[in-house]
Every structure is written in structure tokens, then in C-alpha cells.
């Protein structure tokens, strides 16, 4: 019995091998699995055994019909995934790409940013984007006619109290006016200026505002958290210089600037020859201030710091033309 | 500010290369602004603050003090001067709030004629042209201490007066460029015997210009109000060496420091001879006092700089120590210093010479303070990766938009461009542009969206209230029904079109749905959503039954399924599987689901019932 199973499962596999058609796999069929076919035969010699090797043999022929079955199934699937050529047959060749949807690239800069800092710590505000003259100038230390103003365009709604905000530090302001401290908080958002329309400028593009008010905050503070979002941003070679610069809203005021990664501070077209790329304004955040928004300067001080945040996205996608960030042109490779 | 090698070289003494020069006026708050090139001057960035920085003298101070070496003034008249004859003095009028000082002396006996050549090459490597040596030494004292001087010749004036007024209706001036200007009467004029012979603060007059048959000439140094000289030469589009400088607020004592230096340059050059004069200056500025608290510099700096350090620098920055005990330093603030407020202005000018670059860094030691973001800013992320998740495309466009005669849409006054002179009432507009635009570059079936404001204005008590709404459009190049009712059934919102296609959630309208679009205001989504998806950890086994229904076609399936709520059924939903435009009727089929232990059969009959009594609706069956 046990020689007979054996020549049976060989022979199968022989026949199975060289089948090359459909037609043959139903002989196949036919021959083994069939009414007359020699699996089925045997099975049927299972009647006149003993109960004892009906027991033993039994199990075992039922197993080689249902191995017999799916072989004869499987080398089916086979010819006719032969006939019609999927691609999945042959896996070198590589996959279709199925479209799929995308987040704009300065959200994706955005939430690399605000996840960077809530790491650290802050929370993430907004606020209104036409603003009272108040929260945009004047509580950040620009009294009216001050020469600062000069640095700015402001687009007006109704002149001289309601304007398009021109930066995120007015929110800041209000921030700063309705919560206690302490208080970490980046604000990223849209800001508006009276220019005129190029590659590099356009009226409206987005600022990244940060700042932290507790007790005993110092300038060394500052330079720690820009240095370590610099590296963030720019990986940790990044070669960062610190200088004096006056805003109207902070003192002592800091600028930072990053090496030129192109030529690495020699001068090249990137950098406009000057060897260094200005990322960032800074700087303790102004007695005056303080004041305006009911904070005691003696007992608290903070920092505060600002990016325009266009340049960095079109630098870390390769758009060169900021109205084609907004434009709505950006097609998805 | 342009600052010229060989010229600051007058004043400071260094070793440096011009790279080295440029490198430290960038750390002390001049930063270098175009590229360093072999013309050996210095272009450096200004910001508005500093009105001693429109001065060699100002900028060589601050990078003496940097250096740690001397600053060199240049020679001056410090001989008291003969006051010029009653006879001969040319009267003060001051008419004005405007000026502050209008300080004078006579020049008598003035050989006009060319400059030496280091006071043209200077002039000229500073971008002014040399005219003759009078007007030269009044630029160049001007370039030098950044106080503007004007020189007007004695014989050109009508009297011997000059009157400082606002001008009156109808006068003009001919200026030193050659223009004609028309004056309004917010303007503030040099004048003589009622004829205008300076714009002041602003430009000088031809008339009273220095020529070469000029003999006598009368000198001023005047300090005006800063904001009044910034509005005149706004509105009159006059920008020059003097405007950029009156524009700020420069020190009154610097009237008589010009004056000084342009009489010895004068008497040296010109072989003239200097009187006193009248010097208006009703209302002297005192010198204002500070202290320097040792405990704030330390707060803020996080340095113990020692007092030897500190008082060096201030000295350097000609401040004045005039008391000092262990707690702090009382000091005066030099005269040129105008932008000085507060303290931490004077812990600002000890950190900035001590050099940023010698700061350490040190983290946060503070515990982390409370969240306060705003649920409406995370909740907006999560509408952003469900719409990603169902293949839409972000965009951000622009909310500056031309204007549309729309009563609700708010007009900006002052926009550069008429394409971009408002903003805008709804973001679809820009977004069905950008689907035009994939089309023709044959991108299509595709599904675009933004989140953002738009703004409205309207009225209370006669004042204009302008209002910002937090939005999200859908824009698609087919239909746009799909992308919203998957969208609301990720938030777990149930919701329904009403008849004019308002989307309907929990009874309140939250939004538009159009055939290709649909708007929602995602502060009423984040009310009603859930926060997380609906997950059910059991495989539901329910009943369905299609009914197919023959329906008026004055009614919509909002008609089918107001009637529907009017009473109980035990459903579980209904939803329309198609919807079939027959010659009079309309054929709606729709399937409706229930648990599976329900009594389906009466179910039907009781919908088919109320359909037919509430709507005249037949089923087709």
C-alpha cells in the first residue's frame, strides 16, 4: 500500500511538471482525480481493507487527493496568469505609483518647527490677521512716527488704527497681554506688507514667532534655543554667528546668521556674495513692552525671536519663485 | 551708511584689514550690507534707530570702543567767537512748533572756489559730488558728525531776517536741483523779507545758493521735529543726505558741534572770517540720567562681567559716570544718544562691545509651563491629514485678492496693485483657478484643498466691524459630495443637505456644498466631532431592504427624509443607492438598514405608508 502511494505521488508530480496547457491539466486531472482515475481507485480499495489499516491509511489518501487538488488548482492559476503576463510575476519590474494627497510645503515646515518646539516645551498660538495699530506697532515699542516704521510697508485697512498684521509679533502682544507668566509660545502665520510682487518678495508670506517669558531668562537662553533650532534645521555642522541688531521691540536686540552652506561663507550667487545667510531676528523683549502688556519687568524677563519662513521652505523643497509657492503651482513627482 | 576706509582712518586708528573692519561693525550692530569689493568703502546696513550712526564720527566711536583703542576728533574752532555788528546781524523769527534750535553765525570775507583734493576725494568716495569748497565743508561736517548744515549767501537774501514758518497757500520755491515745488501749508520754510529760500529740514533754495560771487554767507544748524521733516518729505517725494538724517531724532547740541567744526574748516579753507550770530534754542535739552544695576546686567546677560569691564565700556561709549556704589553706576547718557530708553538699552551697548560672539549658551532650567494652544489649531492639522488621507491636495493661496464691488468685501486703502487691493469673501474663486490651470496641464480628477480665513466687514453704530471666518474649501475637478461626506463621517458628524445646499449639522448650517465644491467653518466642526473614529470591535450582521420609489420631481431626497423624521422608525440609516430622471417622475431607490433582529416586513410597510400620505410617493415594485 504504503509503495503504491509513493509510485502514485510520483508520478503525479512528474505529469504535473510537464503540463504546459489546460488542456493537458485536465488529463491530469482525468488520470488521477477522474471516476477511473488511479487516486480515486485507491481510495476506493480502502473498502475492502481492515478497519485497522482503514484507520492507518485512510487519513493518508485523503491527504494525497487534497494535495493532488490544489497542486492541479494552483498549476491552473499558473497558466493563466501565463496567458494574460501580470506585471507582479516578474517583480523586477517595478510597481505602478499610486497618487496620493500632500500637505502644502510650508505646513509640512510648519509642523516640523512646532514639533521641534512643543519638544521644548511651547505651545502654539494665532490670532487676528487684521490688526489694531495698537498690538502691531505700539505695544511692540513703535510709537507713532518713529523711523522704524520706515523698515516695514504696511498695508492698511482704515488708516491709522486697522492694518494687515506685518508681522507675528503682534500676537505676541496680545499673548503676552492675556496669559501669566510663565509662558513659552511660537506663533506661526501669515503676515502682509505694501510690496510689490517679485520671485523673492510678494505681500503676503508667513513669519515663525517664537517667545518665552519666566523668571531669570537671559540672553544665553536665547542663544541656546536658536543655536539648537539652527542645528535642527540645518544639521548640526551649521556655523552660526551672533551679532548686535536693533528692533524696536527688543533690548538688547540680536540678529543671527547662518555660514553660506554653497561656499561656505566665501561668497557665491546663493548668498549674494556676502558669505552669510541672516536667518533670524532676536533679542530680550523690551521694558517697554513688558509694561504695556501689565508684566513686571523686574520680576519676569523673556526673549523673543522671528524668521520669515518662505526662504527656508523654498530652499528645502527647490522652488525658486515664492509666487509659484503660493500660485498654486507645485505639481507632486 | 557708507563709510569710507580712508576717511574713518581719521578718527581710528587700527591694524585691521578692511574684512576684519567690516567684521566687527557687523557684531557691534553695523552689519555689513554688500559685499566687500576693492573700492574701499564700507556699505553698512541701518536700521533706523541710531541717529549718530548718519556720522563717520558716530560709527568710528562704537568701533574705537569695540577695538579697545582711541577715538581721534578732528580739529575744531574752540576759540570764542566776535558777535557779529547790530548792523549787520540778520534776525531770527522762529514761527513755527517745528524747530527745536536754529543756531547761526555770519561768514564774512569767503573765497569760494575748488576744494582740496582730500576733501573732494572724501566727499566723492562717499557718493557726494564736490560743487565748491563752501558747500563741501557743509557736506562734508554733515557726512562727519551727521548734522546738516545749509549755507545761504547774504546779498541773495530779500532782509536782513530770516523767518521760519509754515508756508502759505500759493508759494513755491525753486530748489537746488532745479524743481519747481508747490507748497501746502503743512510745510516748514526758511524765508526772508515773505520770499521761501529753504525747504526746511529738507532741501535748500537756488536762489540763496552759494555761487562763486558769493562773499558773505549766513550758517545754520537747525534741529527740527524728526516726524514733522519724515510727513514734509513723504508727501513732497524729496529724499536726500539731509532729509535721511533730519528724519530722526538728532541731538540739539549737535548744532553747535557742526559749527564749530565747519567755522575752522572755513576760516582754514576759505580765508573767511566767523561771527556769532542768533542761536534759537528756547528750551535746552538736559542730559538724562541712568543706573546700572549690577543685578539686572547679571539677569540678563547671565554674565559676571567685572565693574573694571563695565565702566571701561561705557566710558568708551563717552557715557558719563557720575555716581557708582556696589549695588549699580549712576551714569549720564552721552548727547548723541537719543535712542536710549531704558536700562536694559545701556546692558544692551555693554553686551554688544563685550561681543555677542563671547556669549555661552545655557537651556531653560524653568519647569514646562501649561499648554496653551487653542483646540481649533490642533483640530485643523487633523482636518488637513484626513482630507491628505483621501488624496487631496493641499494649497495656501493668497487672501489679497482685486476688488469686486461686494459691499461685504474688505477694500485695503492703501494697496500698490488694483489685482491685489482687497481681501478675500471666500477662498473657492482662487482654488477653481488652480483646478483650471492642472486641466490645462492635463492634471485631472484631482481634489484640492486649503484652510484659512476669509474676511467680511459690516457695521455697528455707523463704525465698519470687520470679521475674520476660519474656513475649509474643497475644490474638486469632478464632484465634491464624496470628499464631504467622507470627511464628516472620519470627524463622526452626522449631517444633512437641506434644500438650498447648505450642510445642516446637528440642526445649525456649517457650511455650502456646491456641485464641485463645498465649504465648512471648522470652529462649528470641531463642536460637533468626535475625537476619535468610530471603531467597533464586533462585525456588524444587519437587514437591508432596497425600495425603489417613484418620487414627484418638485421633491428632493432631503423632502424623502424630513418626511422620514417625522416619525419613529427603527432604522438603523438610509442612504440613496441611485437616482434615476424618468419622463414625469424621478426614481429614487434607496436602501435602508436595521438591526438584524428587526420586524423588517412591518418596517416597509409603515415607510411606504407615510411616503405615500406625506409626499404622493409610490414605490416602483
Redesign the interface.
Known amino acids: 500500500m504504503e509503495s503504491q502511494i509513493k509510485q502514485i505521488q510520483t508520478e503525479f508530480t512528474a505529469d504535473l511538471a510537464k503540463v504546459n496547457s489546460q488542456s493537458e491539466l485536465d488529463a491530469i486531472f482525468l488520470k488521477y482525480l477522474g471516476k477511473k482515475g488511479s487516486t480515486t481507485n485507491i481510495l476506493k480499495s480502502l473498502q475492502g481493507l481492515t478497519l485497522q489499516d482503514k484507520k492507518l491509511y485512510g487519513p493518508i489518501l485523503n491527504k494525497l487527493k487534497t494535495s493532488q487538488e490544489s497542486a492541479i488548482k494552483a498549476k491552473s492559476k499558473e497558466l493563466e496568469n501565463r496567458k494574460t503576463g501580470k506585471l507582479e510575476d516578474d517583480l523586477t519590474i517595478p510597481g505602478t505609483v499610486r497618487s496620493t494627497g500632500h500637505l502644502h510645503p510650508t505646513t509640512i515646515v510648519i509642523r516640523e518647527l512646532n514639533s521641534f518646539f512643543r519638544y521644548h516645551g511651547f505651545s502654539v498660538q494665532d490670532g487676528p490677521e487684521i490688526e489694531d495699530v495698537e498690538y502691531n506697532f505700539r505695544r511692540l515699542n513703535l510709537p507713532e512716527g518713529h523711523p522704524a516704521t520706515d523698515l516695514q510697508d504696511t498695508l492698511f485697512v482704515k488708516e491709522p488704527q486697522w492694518l494687515m498684521r506685518t508681522q507675528t509679533s503682534s500676537i505676541e502682544a496680545r499673548v503676552l497681554e492675556k496669559y501669566q507668566p510663565p509662558m513659552r509660545v511660537v506663533v506661526p502665520g501669515k503676515v502682509y506688507r505694501n510690496e510689490t510682487n517679485s520671485a523673492t518678495n510678494t505681500s503676503f508670506f508667513h513669519h515663525y514667532q517664537g517667545f518665552v517669558v519666566d523668571k531669570n531668562i537671559n540672553i544665553q537662553n536665547l542663544k541656546e534655543i536658536l543655536t539648537k533650532v539652527h542645528q535642527f534645521l540645518f544639521g548640526k555642522a551649521v556655523v552660526l554667528r551672533f551679532r548686535y541688531k536693533y528692533y524696536p521691540e527688543v533690548s538688547p536686540g540680536m540678529g543671527v546668521d547662518m555660514q553660506c552652506q554653497f561656499c561656505k561663507g566665501k561668497g557665491c550667487t546663493v548668498c549674494k556674495y556676502r558669505g552669510w545667510i541672516e536667518t533670524l531676528g532676536s533679542g530680550i523683549i523690551h521694558y517697554n513692552t513688558m509694561k504695556a502688556s501689565k508684566i513686571d519687568p523686574d520680576i519676569y524677563t523673556g526673549y523673543a525671536f522671528g524668521m520669515g519662513l518662505d526662504r527656508l521652505v523654498m530652499n528645502k523643497f527647490g522652488i525658486p519663485d515664492i509666487r509659484k509657492l503660493y500660485g498654486g503651482e507645485l505639481v507632486y513627482a | 551708511m557708507k563709510i569710507p576706509l580712508k576717511w574713518l582712518s581719521d578718527y581710528v586708528k587700527t591694524d585691521k584689514s578692511p574684512r576684519e573692519i567690516a567684521a566687527s561693525f ?4 553695523l ?2 550690507d554688500k ?1 566687500l569689493d576693492d573700492s574701499g568703502v564700507l556699505d553698512l546696513e541701518h ?4 541717529s549718530d550712526w548718519l556720522s563717520i564720527i558716530g560709527c568710528a566711536r562704537d568701533l574705537a570702543a569695540f577695538e579697545k583703542t582711541k577715538l581721534i576728533y578732528p580739529t575744531t574752532n574752540s576759540q570764542p567767537l566776535p558777535q557779529i555788528t547790530p548792523s549787520e546781524m540778520i534776525e531770527i523769527k522762529v514761527e513755527t512748533p517745528t524747530v527745536r534750535r536754529f543756531a547761526t553765525r555770519i561768514v564774512k570775507g569767503v573765497k569760494v572756489g575748488e576744494s582740496p583734493a582730500w576733501l573732494k576725494d572724501k566727499l566723492e568716495a562717499y557718493g557726494i559730488r564736490s560743487i565748491n569748497n563752501v558747500v563741501d565743508i557743509t557736506n562734508y561736517v554733515m557726512v562727519e558728525y551727521g548734522q546738516p548744515l545749509h549755507a545761504q549767501d547774504l546779498a541773495q537774501l530779500k532782509k536782513r531776517e530770516i523767518t521760519l514758518r509754515k508756508a502759505k497757500k500759493g508759494e513755491s520755491i525753486t530748489t537746488i536741483l532745479g524743481t519747481t515745488v508747490n507748497l501746502d501749508s503743512d510745510t516748514d520754510l526758511l524765508t526772508s523779507g515773505g520770499v521761501p529760500t529753504v525747504i526746511m529740514g529738507v532741501v535748500g533754495g537756488a536762489h540763496t545758493s552759494v555761487s562763486n560771487t558769493t562773499t558773505d554767507l549766513i550758517l545754520d544748524s537747525g534741529n527740527y521735529d ?2 514733522i521733516i ?2 514734509t518729505s513723504r508727501r513732497l517725494k524729496i529724499i536726500n543726505e539731509t532729509v535721511s538724517r533730519c ?2 531724532f538728532l541731538s540739539p547740541k549737535l548744532c553747535e558741534i557742526a559749527l564749530d567744526r565747519a567755522t575752522y574748516l572755513l576760516q582754514e579753507l576759505c580765508g573767511a572770517q566767523v561771527y556769532e550770530n542768533y542761536d534759537y534754542y528756547p528750551h535746552p535739552i538736559k542730559p538724562t540720567e541712568y543706573k546700572l544695576t549690577y543685578s539686572r546686567l547679571a ?5 559676571s562681567l567685572p565693574t573694571s569691564t563695565i565702566k571701561s565700556i561705557l566710558t568708551s561709549l563717552e557715557y558719563v559716570i557720575t555716581g557708582e556704589n556696589k549695588d549699580h553706576l549712576t551714569v549720564t547718557a552721552p548727547y548723541f544718544r537719543t535712542d536710549i ?5 545701556l ?2 551697548d555693554i ?2 562691545i563685550n561681543n ?2 563671547n ?6 532650567s ?9 483646540t481649533i ?1 490642533t483640530f485643523e ?1 487633523r482636518l ?1 491629514d484626513l ?14 485678492v482685486q476688488s469686486n464691488n461686494d459691499p461685504k468685501q ?1 477694500v ?6 488694483t489685482d ?1 487691493n482687497a ?1 478675500r469673501t471666500s477662498m473657492v474663486p ?2 477653481q ?2 483646478i483650471t ?2 486641466s490645462k ?1 492635463k ?1 485631472n480628477s484631482v ?2 484643498f486649503e484652510i ?2 476669509t ?1 467680511s466687514v459690516g457695521t455697528r453704530n455707523a463704525s ?1 466691524v ?1 470679521s ?1 471666518h476660519r474656513e475649509l474649501s474643497v475644490v474638486s475637478s469632478d464632484t465634491a459630495h464624496n470628499s464631504l461626506a467622507t470627511l464628516l463621517n472620519s470627524l463622526g458628524i452626522t449631517y444633512s443637505i437641506d434644500n438650498t445646499h447648505n450642510i445642516i449639522i446637528n440642526g445649525e448650517p456649517c457650511g455650502q456644498l456646491n456641485h464641485n465644491y463645498y465649504v465648512l467653518l471648522t470652529e462649528k466642526l470641531l463642536v460637533y466631532s468626535q475625537p476619535y473614529s468610530r471603531i467597533v470591535s464586533n462585525f456588524s450582521h444587519s437587514t437591508t431592504r432596497d425600495l425603489s420609489l417613484l418620487v414627484p420631481q418638485t421633491l428632493s431626497y432631503a423632502d424623502i427624509t424630513t418626511a422620514l423624521n417625522t416619525h419613529t422608525f427603527s432604522y438603523q440609516s438610509v442612504a440613496c443607492k441611485s437616482y434615476t430622471k424618468l419622463s414625469k417622475l424621478n426614481n429614487y431607490l434607496l436602501t435602508f438598514t436595521w438591526d438584524q433582529t428587526t420586524d423588517v416586513d412591518a418596517q416597509v410597510k409603515e415607510i411606504l405608508a407615510l411616503l405615500k400620505t406625506k409626499l404622493n410617493i409610490d414605490s416602483k415594485s
Open positions: 557687523t557684531q557691534l550692530g552689519m555689513l559685499p536700521r533706523m534707530d541710531r524728526q516726524s519724515r510727513k528724519d530722526k539677569k540678563i546677560s547671565g554674565l530708553e531704558v536700562e536694559d538699552d546692558i544692551a553686551l554688544r555677542y560672539a556669549l555661552p549658551t545655557s537651556p531653560l524653568t519647569p514646562v509651563p501649561a499648554d496653551i494652544t487653542p489649531l492639522e488637513r482630507l491628505v488621507n483621501q488624496g487631496t491636495i493641499e494649497q495656501i493661496t493668497t487672501p489679497l474688505i485695503l486703502s492703501n494697496a500698490l496693485s491685489q481681501l482662487k482654488l483657478e488652480i490651470n492642472y496641464h492634471i481634489l484640492i484659512g480665513k474676511f465698519p470687520y475674520e
